[in-house]
Protein backbone atom coordinates (compact mmCIF):
# COMPACT_ATOMS: atom_id res chain seq x y z
CA UNK A 1 0.00 0.00 0.00
CA UNK A 2 1.22 3.24 -0.98
CA UNK A 3 0.09 5.96 0.94
CA UNK A 4 1.04 9.98 1.14
CA UNK A 5 -1.66 11.15 3.60
CA UNK A 6 -3.24 8.99 6.26
CA UNK A 7 -7.11 7.45 4.94
CA UNK A 8 -10.31 6.78 7.07
CA UNK A 9 -12.54 4.15 6.03
CA UNK A 10 -15.82 2.53 8.26
CA UNK A 11 -15.75 -0.90 8.69
CA UNK A 12 -18.94 -0.90 10.60
CA UNK A 13 -21.65 1.60 10.30
CA UNK A 14 -22.83 3.56 13.10
CA UNK A 15 -27.12 4.25 13.57
CA UNK A 16 -29.03 5.63 16.19
CA UNK A 17 -31.84 3.54 16.75
CA UNK A 18 -34.13 3.45 19.83
CA UNK A 19 -37.25 1.51 21.05
CA UNK A 20 -39.46 2.06 23.46
CA UNK A 21 -37.82 -1.24 25.46
CA UNK A 22 -34.11 0.75 25.33
CA UNK A 23 -31.21 2.11 22.90
CA UNK A 24 -29.78 -0.51 20.24
CA UNK A 25 -26.21 0.31 20.69
CA UNK A 26 -24.43 0.15 17.05
CA UNK A 27 -21.20 2.70 17.16
CA UNK A 28 -19.52 3.54 13.99
CA UNK A 29 -15.54 1.55 14.04
CA UNK A 30 -13.36 2.96 11.74
CA UNK A 31 -10.49 2.46 10.46
CA UNK A 32 -7.60 4.99 9.49
CA UNK A 33 -4.59 4.36 7.68
CA UNK A 34 -1.06 6.16 6.98
CA UNK A 35 2.26 6.21 6.75
CA UNK A 36 4.36 6.54 10.20
CA UNK A 37 7.29 8.75 10.49
CA UNK A 38 9.64 6.08 8.69
CA UNK A 39 6.97 5.66 5.97
CA UNK A 40 5.29 2.14 7.45
CA UNK A 41 1.80 1.67 6.85
CA UNK A 42 0.61 1.56 10.28
CA UNK A 43 -3.46 0.84 11.14
CA UNK A 44 -5.86 2.33 13.65
CA UNK A 45 -9.15 1.41 14.63
CA UNK A 46 -10.88 3.66 16.39
CA UNK A 47 -13.30 1.95 18.67
CA UNK A 48 -14.20 -1.17 18.46
CA UNK A 49 -18.49 -1.74 18.90
CA UNK A 50 -19.52 -4.35 21.19
CA UNK A 51 -19.78 -8.22 21.53
CA UNK A 52 -22.42 -8.29 19.18
CA UNK A 53 -21.12 -6.81 15.84
CA UNK A 54 -18.02 -8.93 16.33
CA UNK A 55 -18.40 -11.68 13.80
CA UNK A 56 -19.23 -8.42 11.09
CA UNK A 57 -16.06 -6.51 12.15
CA UNK A 58 -13.75 -9.68 11.45
CA UNK A 59 -15.77 -9.56 7.88
CA UNK A 60 -15.20 -5.95 7.81
CA UNK A 61 -11.44 -6.00 8.39
CA UNK A 62 -10.92 -9.64 5.48
CA UNK A 63 -12.69 -7.21 3.31
CA UNK A 64 -9.39 -4.69 3.58
CA UNK A 65 -7.44 -7.82 3.27
CA UNK A 66 -6.79 -7.28 7.14
CA UNK A 67 -6.85 -9.07 10.06
CA UNK A 68 -6.92 -8.70 13.89
CA UNK A 69 -2.99 -8.98 14.39
CA UNK A 70 -2.98 -5.99 11.67
CA UNK A 71 -4.31 -3.60 13.60
CA UNK A 72 -1.37 -1.45 15.26
CA UNK A 73 -3.52 0.78 17.42
CA UNK A 74 -7.04 0.44 18.65
CA UNK A 75 -8.54 4.38 19.96
CA UNK A 76 -11.34 4.31 22.47
CA UNK A 77 -12.65 7.82 21.84
CA UNK A 78 -14.25 7.02 25.47
CA UNK A 79 -15.22 3.93 27.69
CA UNK A 80 -18.51 3.15 27.15
CA UNK A 81 -19.57 -0.28 26.69
CA UNK A 82 -20.76 -0.19 23.38
CA UNK A 83 -17.39 1.08 21.89
CA UNK A 84 -14.82 -0.87 23.92
CA UNK A 85 -16.25 -4.36 24.03
CA UNK A 86 -13.88 -5.43 21.21
CA UNK A 87 -10.92 -4.22 22.46
CA UNK A 88 -9.49 -7.55 23.49
CA UNK A 89 -9.58 -9.28 20.01
CA UNK A 90 -6.32 -6.56 18.76
CA UNK A 91 -3.90 -8.56 21.28
CA UNK A 92 -1.18 -6.45 19.30
CA UNK A 93 -2.07 -3.36 19.43
CA UNK A 94 -1.63 -0.15 21.63
CA UNK A 95 -4.57 0.56 22.97
CA UNK A 96 -5.51 4.24 23.45
CA UNK A 97 -7.53 6.63 25.70
CA UNK A 98 -7.70 10.14 27.43
CA UNK A 99 -6.43 10.70 30.89
CA UNK A 100 -9.06 11.80 32.59
CA UNK A 101 -11.82 8.79 30.89
CA UNK A 102 -8.85 6.24 32.75
CA UNK A 103 -9.52 8.40 35.48
CA UNK A 104 -13.28 8.00 35.62
CA UNK A 105 -13.15 4.19 35.59
CA UNK A 106 -11.48 4.24 38.69
CA UNK A 107 -15.08 5.27 40.40
CA UNK A 108 -17.68 5.76 37.72
CA UNK A 109 -21.10 7.46 38.62
CA UNK A 110 -23.86 4.58 40.20
CA UNK A 111 -26.31 6.54 37.24
CA UNK A 112 -23.95 5.85 34.63
CA UNK A 113 -25.34 3.25 32.71
CA UNK A 114 -23.23 3.61 30.01
CA UNK A 115 -20.00 3.30 32.25
CA UNK A 116 -20.70 0.42 34.53
CA UNK A 117 -17.93 -0.31 37.36
CA UNK A 118 -16.96 -3.58 35.29
CA UNK A 119 -15.68 -1.37 32.51
CA UNK A 120 -12.15 -0.49 34.49
CA UNK A 121 -11.97 -4.19 35.04
CA UNK A 122 -11.63 -4.63 31.56
CA UNK A 123 -9.17 -1.69 30.82
CA UNK A 124 -6.64 -3.21 33.52
CA UNK A 125 -6.21 -6.61 31.85
CA UNK A 126 -3.99 -4.05 28.88
CA UNK A 127 -2.63 -1.94 31.71
CA UNK A 128 0.61 -2.56 29.72
CA UNK A 129 -0.47 -1.56 26.52
CA UNK A 130 -1.90 1.37 27.48
CA UNK A 131 -1.22 4.85 26.34
CA UNK A 132 -2.87 7.91 28.32
CA UNK A 133 -2.95 10.62 25.54
CA UNK A 134 -4.96 14.19 25.66
CA UNK A 135 -5.30 17.16 23.31
CA UNK A 136 -2.87 17.66 20.37
CA UNK A 137 -0.73 13.93 21.04
CA UNK A 138 0.19 12.62 17.28
CA UNK A 139 -0.84 9.19 16.82
CA UNK A 140 0.41 8.97 13.39
CA UNK A 141 1.71 12.23 11.15
CA UNK A 142 -1.90 13.98 10.04
CA UNK A 143 -3.73 12.18 12.95
CA UNK A 144 -4.10 14.22 16.16
CA UNK A 145 -6.15 13.83 19.12
CA UNK A 146 -8.57 16.47 19.96
CA UNK A 147 -10.13 16.66 23.52
CA UNK A 148 -14.20 16.57 23.21
CA UNK A 149 -15.74 15.94 26.89
CA UNK A 150 -18.66 16.55 27.82
CA UNK A 151 -20.41 12.80 27.22
CA UNK A 152 -18.08 12.00 29.27
CA UNK A 153 -14.97 12.93 31.32
CA UNK A 154 -12.47 12.08 28.64
CA UNK A 155 -14.20 11.76 25.21
CA UNK A 156 -11.66 12.33 22.80
CA UNK A 157 -12.11 12.68 18.78
CA UNK A 158 -9.45 11.82 16.47
CA UNK A 159 -8.28 14.45 13.39
CA UNK A 160 -7.45 13.12 9.86
CA UNK A 161 -5.66 15.71 7.69
CA UNK A 162 -6.69 13.48 4.42
CA UNK A 163 -6.44 14.58 0.60
CA UNK A 164 -10.08 16.07 1.08
CA UNK A 165 -9.45 17.83 3.82
CA UNK A 166 -9.93 16.80 7.31
CA UNK A 167 -12.14 14.08 8.59
CA UNK A 168 -13.09 14.33 12.84
CA UNK A 169 -13.79 11.25 14.02
CA UNK A 170 -16.02 12.03 17.08
CA UNK A 171 -17.21 9.46 18.61
CA UNK A 172 -20.26 10.17 21.22
CA UNK A 173 -19.17 14.10 21.63
CA UNK A 174 -21.34 14.18 18.19
CA UNK A 175 -23.76 11.18 18.30
CA UNK A 176 -25.68 12.31 14.60
CA UNK A 177 -26.92 14.62 12.29
CA UNK A 178 -29.29 15.91 14.59
CA UNK A 179 -26.92 16.79 17.44
CA UNK A 180 -24.24 18.80 15.00
CA UNK A 181 -27.26 20.66 13.72
CA UNK A 182 -28.99 21.10 17.35
CA UNK A 183 -25.42 22.10 18.91
CA UNK A 184 -26.71 19.57 22.08
CA UNK A 185 -25.43 16.19 23.18
CA UNK A 186 -28.05 13.68 23.12
CA UNK A 187 -26.64 12.09 26.46
CA UNK A 188 -24.61 13.90 28.40
CA UNK A 189 -22.87 11.64 31.79
CA UNK A 190 -20.32 14.82 32.56
CA UNK A 191 -21.00 17.93 31.48
CA UNK A 192 -23.58 19.98 29.18
CA UNK A 193 -21.84 22.77 28.80
CA UNK A 194 -18.26 20.81 28.16
CA UNK A 195 -20.08 18.99 25.84
CA UNK A 196 -21.81 21.85 23.14
CA UNK A 197 -18.41 23.45 23.32
CA UNK A 198 -16.92 20.67 22.20
CA UNK A 199 -19.64 20.08 19.35
CA UNK A 200 -19.15 23.58 18.47
CA UNK A 201 -15.52 22.82 18.11
CA UNK A 202 -15.47 19.95 16.25
CA UNK A 203 -18.35 21.08 13.51
CA UNK A 204 -15.64 23.97 13.69
CA UNK A 205 -12.66 21.54 12.73
CA UNK A 206 -14.13 19.00 10.65
CA UNK A 207 -14.65 19.00 6.67
CA UNK A 208 -16.42 15.60 7.56
CA UNK A 209 -17.98 14.16 10.30
CA UNK A 210 -17.82 10.82 11.52
CA UNK A 211 -20.10 10.51 14.12
CA UNK A 212 -20.89 8.10 16.84
CA UNK A 213 -23.92 6.44 15.73
CA UNK A 214 -24.61 7.76 12.57
CA UNK A 215 -23.16 7.70 8.91
CA UNK A 216 -20.20 10.24 7.99
CA UNK A 217 -21.91 13.53 6.84
CA UNK A 218 -20.72 17.04 6.06
CA UNK A 219 -22.45 20.58 6.63
CA UNK A 220 -22.54 22.99 4.44
CA UNK A 221 -22.98 27.12 4.74
CA UNK A 222 -26.11 26.94 5.26
CA UNK A 223 -26.33 24.53 8.36
CA UNK A 224 -27.59 21.74 5.79
CA UNK A 225 -26.32 18.01 6.37
CA UNK A 226 -24.98 16.08 3.66
CA UNK A 227 -24.38 12.35 4.30
CA UNK A 228 -21.12 11.08 2.26
CA UNK A 229 -23.13 8.24 1.21
CA UNK A 230 -26.98 6.59 1.28
CA UNK A 231 -28.46 4.66 4.42
CA UNK A 232 -27.90 1.39 4.35
CA UNK A 233 -29.77 -1.22 7.25
CA UNK A 234 -31.67 -4.76 6.65
CA UNK A 235 -34.04 -4.99 9.87
CA UNK A 236 -34.43 -9.15 9.62
CA UNK A 237 -36.64 -10.70 12.13
CA UNK A 238 -39.34 -8.83 12.50
CA UNK A 239 -42.09 -8.66 9.58
CA UNK A 240 -43.25 -5.06 8.21
CA UNK A 241 -46.53 -6.08 9.26
CA UNK A 242 -46.03 -7.77 12.73
CA UNK A 243 -48.88 -6.73 14.85
CA UNK A 244 -47.87 -3.85 17.43
CA UNK A 245 -44.76 -2.85 15.40
CA UNK A 246 -44.70 0.80 15.27
CA UNK A 247 -42.30 2.95 13.34
CA UNK A 248 -41.76 6.60 14.52
CA UNK A 249 -40.50 8.49 11.91
CA UNK A 250 -40.12 11.55 13.55
CA UNK A 251 -37.11 13.53 14.16
CA UNK A 252 -37.40 15.48 17.43
CA UNK A 253 -34.57 16.31 19.15
CA UNK A 254 -34.22 14.56 22.89
CA UNK A 255 -31.78 15.27 25.49
CA UNK A 256 -31.27 12.81 28.25
CA UNK A 257 -28.50 14.08 31.19
CA UNK A 258 -28.00 11.78 33.86
CA UNK A 259 -29.68 11.98 37.22
CA UNK A 260 -26.92 13.03 39.29
CA UNK A 261 -24.44 15.26 37.13
CA UNK A 262 -24.03 17.76 39.51
CA UNK A 263 -22.22 15.07 42.13
CA UNK A 264 -19.85 13.86 39.06
CA UNK A 265 -15.75 14.10 40.28
CA UNK A 266 -12.92 12.78 38.97
CA UNK A 267 -10.87 9.93 41.01
CA UNK A 268 -7.53 10.88 42.63
Given at each position: ??????????LL???????D????????????????????????????G?????????????????????????????????H????D??D??????????????????????????????V????????RE????V??????????????????????????????????????????????????????????????D?????GD?????H?????????????????????????????????????????????????E?R???
Amino acid sequence: MDLAKPTVETLLEGYRLGTDQGAVAFCAVNLVQGPDEQGTIRRIVVDTGHTGRRTNLDRALARHGLGRGDIDMVVCTHAHWDHVENIDIFDQARIVLHRNERRYLRSPHRNDHACPEWIGSVFERYDDRIREVEEGVQLLPGVEVVDAPGHSAGTIAVAVAGDDGTAVLTGDSIQNSIVARERRNALVFWSDELATQTIDKLVTIGDVIYPGHDLPFRIDANGKVEYVHDYRLTVTGVPADEPGLKLDTSETFRQTIMPGIEEQRLSD
